[in-house]
């Protein structure tokens, strides 16, 4: 039987995966808004993906995806 506790826990950890989702694809939301070409926007969100790990990677993405 699924207890409050157990609920909870899931509930907590379905939350922190979509947070941490939202803050990796944050470059490629910022390429989509800044009217990128379809090129960069994919580029952007494959080294997001793949890279998103790292965060010196990441801080790429997001310096690449916000540049005018």
Known sequence: ?????GLLLVLKYIVII???????LAPAYLAAANDRSKYDRMRIRMG???FGWSFISWIFALFI????
């Open 18 to 24: 979509t947070i941490l989702v939202c803050i990796v």
């Open 1 to 5: 039987m699924i207890t409050l506790n």
């Open 65 to 68: 995806s916000a540049k005018k």
């Open 48 to 50: 997001s993906l793949m």
